[in-house]
Structures are given as C-alpha cells and as structure tokens.
C-alpha cells in the first residue's frame, strides 16, 4: 500500500494509506521510503529553510515567511511583505543563487 499523506493529530503521527487497511489495528508492518520523493521533498525543505533565512536576516524590515508547502514536483511558501516587488524577489534569489 501506498502512504498518500502524512498528518500530525495531537500527539499521533497518522500515515493515509491509498485504500482501506489490508491488516488489523496493531499489527506489525513494514515500510520502505520512496527515495526519489523523499530526497525531493529534501530539497524542497531546504530551499525554503535558505529563503526564510535570507529574508529574515537580511529583509526583516521587509517581511516573513508565514507558511509553505512542499510537493514532490514543485513548492511553495507565504511572505508576509508590506512592499513585494520584483526588486524585492530579485534581491532573494540573487542570494539564494549565489
Ligand atoms: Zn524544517
């Protein structure tokens, strides 16, 4: 079975299966990462951690990182800017980039 997504409920970590359950509540499973997606989601993680860094350090009069998600094809986050302009992205990749 394949994990489709993972979510956090209190302090349960929940694994959603592509279907219905083909074993019963406490059984023992086992489970293989798929790396490909894994090292994406890596990468992705990364460069978000980079960007936030970048603009909390270097443009923290300008604004913050309020949220992001991450996919295995693409990700995307939230700035909380008074003033987003191209200037503004131009400024973050040039240092992301660098
Ligand atoms: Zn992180």
């Not at 460069?47 to 923290?60: E, K, N, Q």
């Not at 949220?67 to 191209?86: H, K, L, M, N, P």
């Amino acid at each position: 079975m394949r994990v489709v997504d993972v979510v956090k409920q209190g302090d349960d970590i929940l694994h959603l299966l592509d279907g219905p359950a083909q074993f019963s509540a406490g059984a023992a499973v086992h489970g293989t990462i798929d790396w490909e997606r894994r090292y994406a989601h890596m990468r992705y993680h990364t460069a978000i951690h980079i960007i936030d860094g970048i603009v909390a350090t270097r443009h923290s009069s300008q604004g913050m990182l309020t949220g992001s998600q991450i996919y295995q094809d693409r990700a995307r986050f939230d700035i909380d800017v008074e003033d987003f302009t191209r200037e503004f992205v131009e400024s973050v990749v040039q240092e992301l980039t660098r």
